[in-house]
């Protein structure tokens, strides 16, 4: 029996994926990737699936991953490609699988397997009920897995260890303060006061639960008042999925992948009391006691149907189903068209955005400006982003230009490596040479702004007036701190483009007390919660970093709760 390796290459959404089949004989004995740009959340429980499922079947012939059936498409069709080039036929195992029913009696049902639904399930959990958790992609996370881990420490015994007696700084009024002065007064008091009084009690709840370990995060954000902000080791929100995903299933508890909601039941009193999910092989009814809807955003649905020309860098499963599952329930709703719009965003593809936010903020301390293609500066760096943001905002093409030496670049190129981009994929960008975006271009000063398309005049006065405020130790053009203003060393220069992109929706459904959602006449719809991306107001038109995973806890934390004890009503 001969051993051998074959080579394949599929198409994914980020690029070129080259992957390795290796056989004995005509037998399937592994798929390793050696190569992908794909979101690494994603593709790694995506991948991990599919490569479960073709070597048990002995095929390349089975389903695609639902949530990624693009990606997983692209590799089966590689795959068998491969094969059918090198004459091999495995004795593919692959037997067509009858559809299934299956009905299953829980006392608290969770759409959503993001950090707002995971958090709600294992609460309910904890209080004694049988819970369920329904996802209807092929792996979990939702639009979770793309943030950071990052979140508020605030009133917990978590921050006391971790800060120690500056933890006393802090206070869920001084966060609802912050709050409510980064969104300019346009957030939900109640809504608020529910995530600033709550935060403290979540994070040690799922931190106690899922055994996590949480540690004082690398960057203290500027709009917090006080150091409150924590993360994992990892920095990655993915390894908080996982672990608390893994925790609760450990308790005895499931997750139904592959299970897209499509009805909800009311009975004859109008009580939401079952739904109807339904996967590629499986129909699921799910009698409850309780529900809880936490099934994130709509920005993918709203991308698609050209709502808005700021690019789109969230998942692409996040389509809102619920706007049709929900309809007959009349749910109140407000602020449909408000989004979380970061400036830091480098559009990869027309209309798609990735984030450079660690980076950018780091170039930004480091002493980097940005400017515009008249090669002006736009903004004081070191201000909260939300400046940054506005500025571009302000700009007719919508577009700015981080100006950074080879020191500076050094640390971007770092972190661009760690938080979600491959040396090819940057590469690529370069390979561009400034006649598309995403623009990213090294050379002398005269070389960078030609092909970035920038005044190269201005920008040379302007690196020059930055240097003399450097020497002066004063920014008398935006007032910039000193301790961020540093002189540029060297000849060579790097050029990167900052385009808005948004991932988060900002408005939803309207809810009270409890997380308890309401109808249009504002009358509460009996057993029936939400929590996460899908409530909106908490903080208002624009959140402050940290404050979108803060409100998933905090208003999943809730939403568990109250679930729980409207399941002792029956």
Not at 508 to 531: K, S, T
Request: hydrophobic letters at 40%; glycine letters at 8%.
């Amino acid at each position: 029996m001969s051993n051998q390796i074959l080579k394949a290459q599929a198409q994914g959404r980020n690029g070129e994926i080259n992957f390795e089949i290796e056989l004995s004989g005509n037998h399937i004995d592994d798929v390793k990737v050696t190569k992908s740009a794909e979101t690494p959340a994603v593709f790694n429980q995506a991948f991990g699936k599919l490569k479960e499922n073709i070597i048990t079947n002995q095929s390349f012939d089975i389903d695609v991953v639902s949530g990624a059936s693009i990606m997983t498409q692209a590799i089966l069709d590689a795959g068998k490609a491969a094969l059918k080039e090198n004459n091999v036929t495995p004795a593919s195992e692959t037997a067509s699988k009858a559809h299934v029913n299956e009905t299953l009696d829980v006392d608290v049902a969770v759409i959503g397997s993001g950090m707002a639904g995971l958090i709600a399930a294992c609460r309910a959990l904890s209080m004694g009920k049988k819970v369920i958790v329904l996802e209807k992609n092929g792996y979990i996370g939702g639009a979770s897995i793309l943030n950071g881990s990052n979140v508020t420490a605030t009133g917990s015994k978590l921050a006391e260890k971790l800060f120690g007696d500056k933890a006393h700084l802090d206070s869920p009024e001084l966060l609802f303060d912050d709050i409510t002065r980064e969104c300019r007064g346009t957030n939900d008091v109640a809504l608020s006061q529910l995530l600033t009084e709550n935060i403290g009690k979540a994070i040690d709840f799922i931190t106690d639960f899922a055994d996590l370990t949480f540690q004082k995060a690398e960057t203290q954000t500027i709009e917090h008042t006080v150091d409150r902000q924590v993360e994992m080791p990892s920095q990655s929100s993915y390894e908080v999925v996982t672990k608390v995903a893994k925790a609760f299933e450990a308790k005895g508890s499931r997750i139904l992948l592959d299970a897209r909601v499509e009805e909800l039941t009311t009975d004859e009193a109008g009580k939401v009391v079952s739904l109807v999910a339904e996967g590629r092989h499986q129909t699921t009814t799910v009698n409850f006691k309780s529900l809880v809807l936490a099934a994130g955003g709509w920005g993918a649905k709203d991308y698609k149907e050209h709502k808005t020309d700021i690019p789109y860098y969230g998942p692409m499963t996040s389509t809102g189903d619920y706007f049709a599952f929900a309809k007959n329930l009349n749910l109140e709703s407000r602020n449909l068209d408000w989004y979380k719009v970061y400036p830091h965003g480098l559009e990869v593809e027309p209309g798609i955005a990735k984030l450079i936010t660690y980076s950018t903020k780091e170039a930004s301390d480091m002493g980097a400006i940005f400017v515009n293609r008249a090669g002006k500066r736009i903004v004081n760096e070191s201000a909260p982003y939300t400046h940054f943001r506005d500025a571009i905002a302000n700009e007719k093409d919508k577009i700015a230009f981080v100006v950074m030496d080879q020191r500076i670049w050094d640390r971007f190129y770092e972190l661009m490596l760690k938080y979600g981009f491959t040396k090819d994929e940057v590469q690529s960008f370069f390979d561009l040479d400034g006649k598309k975006s995403p623009i990213l271009v090294k050379g002398d000063l005269k070389t960078v702004a030609e092909k970035a398309g920038i005044d190269k005049a201005e920008l040379a006065k302007t690196l020059a007036n930055c240097d003399e405020a450097v020497k002066a130790g004063k920014d008398k053009e935006f007032g910039r701190d000193p301790k961020f203003m540093h002189a540029y060393e060297g000849d060579t220069y790097y050029v990167i483009e900052q385009k808005l992109r948004f991932c988060t929706t900002l408005g939803g459904y309207e809810v009270r007390e409890g997380m308890q959602l309401v109808d249009a006449d504002f009358e509460l719809v009996p057993n029936f919660y939400a929590a996460g991306e899908i409530i909106g107001g908490a903080n208002g038109h624009d959140s402050m970093p940290s404050m979108m995973n803060s409100w998933s806890y905090a208003s999943g934390f809730v939403a568990g709760t109250q679930a729980a004890d409207n399941c002792n009503n029956y």
